[in-house]
């Protein structure tokens, strides 16, 4: 079978959900190959396989016609939204869960624990179903926009479909957490901008102990947040990085670094050292802030920097 069968195989399960992914592509390639038998007997030019996936079409329209579901968000889209929402749900309501439980079992005044159990599967769910309706709303809008796309289609090239194995192609289920993650670190930064300040009550009405952090570094964050969560929209829907989208995200997650030491470390490092006192004179202690910034911020640069020379060196999309 030819390379390029392998390539547009490829393409295509990109497109598909996890599950039916093997069997689907197994039974396109079991077609492609019974359609080079039948009109070339067994011996094809590599002209002969580009002329047959031409007539399949765009590997993204194919995976497509394989979903007989219909919903606001389309089959092309719809795998993806389900698997940013696992992850959303896997990760924001058992935190916010979490800390809401947290927060009653150490506040300083003695609470009601069935109420206040109550009170955070209450939080919970509620995150949980602003999440979904966040999530909803922006692949809704990215399905109407690839509708308009559509709508003065592009001929489908087999010849330029990228390599199997091409740095720059895209991970949807990487792509899907990082959306996942942006609408999260959003809501919760929404959240603690309106209360004034960090806190592990998540209730608007009663916000409870609230730690303040400067409000400019707040919306710096929430700002680049948004800006990631775009990137990633946009990259989802290009279905391919290049050099200058993965070094603006790698410039992204340093800055976001940046944020986190005066809107999370430094509030809570001085409200520990507030209750602990000793620690402000501990070596390596007392600069733990700084430590973790400058750690997170350079594995990032080590981590991603190689990717980034791979998807430069890599060939460009016709």
């Known amino acids: 079978m030819s390379e390029l069968v392998d390539r547009y195989l490829y393409q295509v399960a990109q497109h598909l959900p996890l599950k039916p992914r093997a069997d689907i ?14 009109r070339y007997g067994g011996a094809p030019t590599p002209d002969d396989v580009t002329a047959v996936l031409r007539e399949l079409g765009d590997p993204r329209t194919l995976a497509a016609r394989y979903s007989e579901d219909r919903y606001l968000v389309g089959p092309a889209y719809f795998p993806t939204m389900v698997t940013v929402l696992q992850y959303g749900w896997a990760i924001l309501p058992p935190i916010v869960l979490f800390l809401s439980i947290f927060g009653a079992v150490t506040a300083p005044e003695p609470t009601d624990m069935l109420r206040g159990l109550f009170d955070a599967l209450i939080s ?4 949980g179903l602003l999440l979904t309706g966040a999530v909803v709303v922006i692949f809704a809008v990215l399905e109407r926009s690839a509708l308009a796309l559509r709508a003065q289609p592009t001929p489908f090239d087999p010849a330029g479909l990228p390599p199997v194995n091409d740095p720059a192609t895209v991970n949807r289920f990487e792509v899907a957490f990082g959306i996942a993650l942006g609408v999260i670190v959003t809501l919760l930064l929404l959240y603690f901008l309106a209360v004034g300040g960090l806190t592990l009550h998540f209730n608007l009405s009663d916000p409870g102990d609230v730690i303040p952090f400067p409000t400019l570094w707040g919306v710096a964050l929430l700002l680049n947040g948004v800006v990631m969560l775009v990137l990633h929209i946009v990259v989802l829907r290009r279905d391919r990085w290049d050099y200058r989208l993965w ?3 790698t410039a992204l997650e340093v800055f976001g670094s940046i944020c986190l030491f005066f809107v999370l470390y430094t509030p809570l490092f001085d409200r520990l050292i507030a209750s602990n006192p000793g620690i402000a004179t501990t070596p390596v202690l007392n600069a733990l802030p ?3 910034v400058i750690a997170g911020a350079v ?7 190689g990717k980034l020379v791979a998807v430069w060196r890599s ?3 016709p």
Request: avoid cysteine.
């Open 315 to 317: 060939p460009r999309s």
């Open 290 to 292: 700084e430590l973790v």
């Open 299 to 305: 594995g990032t640069l080590i981590t991603r920097g």
């Open 124 to 127: 919970a769910v509620q995150a």
């Open 247 to 249: 070094a603006l995200e």
């Open 25 to 38: 592509v197994a039974e396109l390639r079991s077609q492609i190959q019974d359609q080079l038998d039948d």
